[in-house]
């Protein structure tokens, strides 16, 4: 049971625009920033976005993120058959201080 | 760029000890904290804890405290993940990533360690 809820699963068709969900608590999504991975299976995760919905060198504005007291999302537009992949939210957590992630969720391009 | 390079797969069996690491390329890490995630067949990501290259300050998360060392020796640019006592449970992708500071967002991955451990 991760400590942030991201639904197991999303999809979309090509060009749309798709919303994956994180929700989390007061000592976490409620404190801090939220930062989303994307993990093509068999690789490395890769930062995607990170705190104030800051994209990393060479992600493209496609992905954006928000956050609203408990809950984020992460949205791409404009969806691409390469965004195929698992997305993971992360926010460190003022009670357990430690570092906590969403179960991930994957996204099927159609 | 700093590139992370991990150690190669291992396997082991119950009960064994193991010690992997993660060595900074192309930029000094003394500076930078280094976390270590899990990821178990088939399942999602889970930290387990970080350390400062610089002097060796260790946070852990509660769910892996006691259960495992991390270590570093800044002068090799290098952290360190060890069991003492390996179960089959711990068979899993380990990952390391850099951090700016233990509660910063972890922007460089290392390319992940596969470890498993069967009798």
């Given at each position: 049971?991760?400590?942030?809820?991201?639904?197991?699963?999303?999809?979309?068709?090509?060009?749309?625009r798709?919303?994956?969900?994180?929700?989390?608590?007061?000592?976490?999504?409620g404190?801090?920033?939220?930062?989303?991975?994307?993990?093509?299976?068999?690789?490395a995760?890769?930062?995607?976005?990170?705190?104030?919905?800051?994209?990393?060198?060479?992600?493209?504005?496609?992905?954006?993120?928000?956050?609203?007291?408990?809950?984020?999302?992460?949205?791409?537009?404009?969806?691409?058959?390469?965004?195929?992949?698992?997305?993971?939210?992360?926010?460190?957590?003022?009670?357990?201080?430690?570092?906590?992630?969403?179960?991930?969720?994957?996204?099927?391009?159609? | 760029?700093?590139?992370?390079?991990?150690?190669?797969?291992?396997?082991?069996?119950?009960?064994?000890?193991?010690?992997?690491?993660?060595?900074?390329?192309g930029?000094?890490?003394?500076?930078?904290?280094?976390?270590?995630?899990?990821?178990?067949?088939?399942?999602?990501?889970e930290?387990?804890?970080?350390?400062?290259l610089?002097?060796?300050?260790?946070?852990?998360?509660?769910s892996?405290?006691?259960?495992?060392?991390?270590?570093?020796?800044?002068?090799?640019?290098?952290?360190?993940?060890?069991?003492?006592?390996?179960?089959?449970?711990?068979t899993?992708?380990?990952?390391?990533?850099?951090?700016?500071?233990?509660?910063?967002?972890?922007?460089?991955?290392?390319?992940?360690?596969?470890?498993?451990?069967?009798?």
């Amino acid at each position: 049971q991760s400590v942030l809820t991201q639904p197991p699963s999303a999809s979309g068709t090509p060009g749309q625009r798709v919303s994956i969900s994180c929700s989390g608590s007061s000592s976490n999504l409620g404190s801090n920033a939220v930062n989303w991975y994307q993990q093509v299976p068999g690789t490395a995760p890769k930062l995607l976005l990170y705190g104030k919905n800051q994209r990393p060198s060479g992600i493209p504005d496609r992905f954006s993120g928000s956050k609203s007291g408990t809950s984020a999302s992460l949205a791409i537009s404009g969806l691409q058959s390469e965004d195929e992949s698992y997305y993971y939210c992360a926010a460190w957590d003022d009670s357990l201080n430690s570092w906590v992630f969403g179960g991930g969720t994957k996204l099927t391009v159609l | 760029d700093v590139q992370l390079v991990q150690s190669g797969a291992e396997v082991r069996k119950p009960g064994e000890s193991l010690k992997i690491s993660c060595r900074g390329s192309g930029s000094s890490l003394t500076n930078s904290w280094i976390g270590w995630v899990r990821q178990m067949p088939g399942k999602g990501l889970e930290w387990m804890g970080i350390i400062f290259l610089s002097d060796s300050d260790t946070r852990y998360s509660p769910s892996f405290q006691g259960q495992l060392t991390i270590s570093a020796d800044k002068s090799m640019n290098t952290a360190y993940l060890q069991w003492n006592s390996l179960k089959t449970s711990d068979t899993a992708i380990y990952y390391c990533a850099r951090a700016a500071y233990y509660y910063y967002h972890m922007d460089v991955w290392g390319q992940g360690t596969t470890v498993t451990v069967s009798s």
